[in-house]
């Protein structure tokens, strides 16, 4: 199918135990997961990949050998590989995790091994701060990197030029409605609804109002 669409409330509905993340999809080889946060998970690391957390909505609190910050729903942070951290909410918070599901080794130095010494300092994006200051022509801002992954702010009305991209691509709405059409089929998507359009299948983006949406693939 040229277009798989996901309702990630649907997939959150069925969430019982905090820090148990459902896969919802997969781009390529990044894994697209949702987890409730609802107490607080225990000190550790990942050696291999990047890790997005994007609030849905609640609130998380993320400390780590960085520092510490406060996410709220539209707010989203990229803990590097190798930076001790947890995370905790006083009451029930749904999160969206990107995780490459590829081990370092294997992205052919397309990545940095571990955070920088220099950097030591988590940098809290408000999807919705960096909305206000895009251009509305569905030109690709991009906010994040998640190992190999670039994750890009689109706004925009009317449609977007036809583009085609040899590798998976998500595209998550956060505001509005915007429609994904393809050759093959369409899908309309209104927060917190994401589709991800098959490699080398083209596609844009069209909406009849102001919409902002989130994509996510390699070289976005």
């Known amino acids: 199918m040229a277009i798989t669409t996901v309702d990630l409330s649907e997939v959150a509905a069925q969430l019982r135990r905090p820090f148990e993340p459902i896969e919802a999809a997969q ?7 949702v987890y409730v946060s609802h107490g607080r998970f225990a000190w550790h690391r990942h050696l291999d990949e990047d890790e997005l957390f994007l609030v849905l909505n609640g609130m998380v609190a993320m400390d780590s050998e960085w520092g510490s910050l ?3 729903a539209g707010e989203l942070v990229v ?13 029930r918070a749904v999160v969206l995790l990107l995780r490459p599901k590829l081990l370092a080794h ?7 091994l571990y955070g920088l010494a220099e950097e030591q300092t ?6 919705g701060q960096a909305a206000a200051s895009a251009s509305t022509d569905f030109r690709l801002h ?3 990197q998640v190992g190999a992954y670039s994750v890009a702010l689109r706004r925009g009305t009317g449609h977007s030029p036809w583009e085609q991209r040899p590798v998976a691509t998500l595209i998550m709405a956060y505001l509005g409605r915007v429609l994904v059409e393809s050759t093959d089929g369409q899908a309309s998507l209104i927060s917190p609804k994401l589709a991800v359009v098959s490699a080398g299948t ?3 983006l069209s909406a009849a109002g102001d919409c902002v949406c989130l994509q996510v693939g390699q070289g976005s």
């Open 106 to 112: 294997a992205q052919n130095g397309k990545r940095r």
């Open 70 to 72: 406060t996410l709220h």
């Open 79 to 91: 803990m590097p590989k190798g930076v001790g951290h947890r995370s905790s909410s006083p009451w």
């Open 142 to 144: 991009p906010i994040a």
């Open 202 to 204: 083209p596609f844009r």
């Open 27 to 33: 781009v390529d080889e990044l894994g697209v997961y």
């Open 122 to 127: 988590l940098q809290k994006v408000v999807v």
